[in-house]
């Protein structure tokens, strides 16, 4: 009789069972390849579960627990035409999670903002209640990913360089608790870190959700925290005064769902436009869009009517990566203001 730790045989395809949810596996090169992978794998192959965010007669959803991998996390061409906003809103975003520009948002106790991802990586505070507010805590705030920097400078191969954000003080019971959990490096060649080896170190990056939407934010997430890779890789460059390169970045996503609300538009525009048109025609280049990629640095720079102004110094870091065309966007906006 086999032992338990025994196999009988070689395991292909899926293996979980009839009702259970199903575990997918997506690798592709770039970024926008992995996403419409993982779209349809799980349009495909979900299985149908309820939400709580449903409403009376919406289908359940399409649900799976999904694992992304994708090797050239920069390479191109790395924007999808059919992720459902805008470039501008996207660069913002992108703008918020790396750099934290709406970290000043962050005012629970005024029934504002609870979180941003940035504040939770980079100044992640324990505190027991959202009407403290952020300072009123009883240790003061890390930055994780300043850390996990100085970790992996004076061990390449640690295990140990990670970040969280999940907080069960405050999270558990929140209507809106953080989609993302975890974000863990390790440089891949840890021998290259030695002085002397020509190889240079690849950082790899996995980052661990609980749940997303996987047609109308997973894509997003990925841009923002495929940029937060390459910009560890640029400060750990500088750190070991050494190039770091950028490798390959995994996704694990505990719930990746399609709501059923929107099932239409998931057929109409994009497996639809999948029908019709190539990769080529479903993408964009950085190159292809770099303009509107910009103007989300103009509006974050011009703002809103009612919306808190950014930092001074967010506000420099921006106007400065601006080139002379767009400074003159934001110029113009402020000479409008003071008309």
């Known amino acids: ?23 997918l596996n997506v690798r592709a090169r770039t970024l926008p390849e992995a996403w419409e992978r993982a779209v349809v794998e799980t349009w495909q192959q979900g299985a149908a579960l309820q ?3 449903d409403r009376p007669g919406d289908p359940p959803s399409r649900d799976a627990t999904v694992v992304i991998e994708v090797a050239e996390p920069l390479g191109e061409p790395r924007y999808h035409r059919s992720f459902p906003a805008g470039l501008e809103e996207l660069e913002i975003y992108v703008q918020e999670v790396v750099w934290g520009v709406h970290d000043a948002w962050i005012r629970p106790d005024e029934q504002k ?4 991802y940035h504040q939770r990586l980079f100044a992640y505070e324990v505190i027991d209640d959202f009407k403290t507010g952020l300072g009123g805590g009883p240790f003061g705030a890390v930055d994780q990913v300043g850390a996990m920097i100085e970790e ?15 907080m069960p003080t405050v999270d558990l019971g929140h209507a809106e608790p953080p989609c993302l959990q975890r974000v863990w490096c390790r440089l891949a060649a840890p021998g290259s870190v030695e002085e002397g080896d020509a190889a240079a170190p690849r950082l790899a990056m996995n980052t661990h959700w609980r749940s997303r939407d996987g047609y109308k934010a997973a ?3 990925m841009v923002a925290l495929t940029t937060l890779q390459a910009e560890i890789a640029r400060r750990l460059s500088s750190r070991l005064g050494r190039e770091v ?4 970045y995994v996704d694990i996503s505990d719930s990746f769902h399609i709501y059923g609300s929107y099932f239409g ?7 639809a436009l999948m ?13 292809d869009v770099e303009d509107q990629l910009l103007m989300g640095r103009v509006q974050l720079l011009n703002g809103k009517p009612g919306e808190p102004p950014l930092a001074e110094a967010q506000q420099a870091r921006l106007y400065a990566s601006l080139p002379e065309s767009h400074r003159r966007l934001v110029e113009a906006a402020v000479r409008d203001r003071l008309a």
Do not use: H, K
């Open 275 to 287: 029908a019709r048109r190539s990769f080529e025609e479903r993408t964009w280049r950085t190159a």
């Open 265 to 271: 538009e998931v057929e109409d525009s994009f497996l």
């Open 152 to 166: 992996l400078a004076a061990c390449g191969y640690t295990r140990r360089a990670q970040a969280i954000t999940w």
């Open 1 to 23: 009789m086999r032992g338990r730790s025994e196999v009988e045989g070689p395991v292909s395809g899926p293996v979980t069972q009839p009702g259970d949810i199903p575990v």
């Open 51 to 53: 939400t709580q965010y």
């Open 219 to 221: 894509f997003m997430n």
């Open 113 to 116: 903002w609870s979180y941003t």
């Open 245 to 248: 390169e950028l490798g390959r």
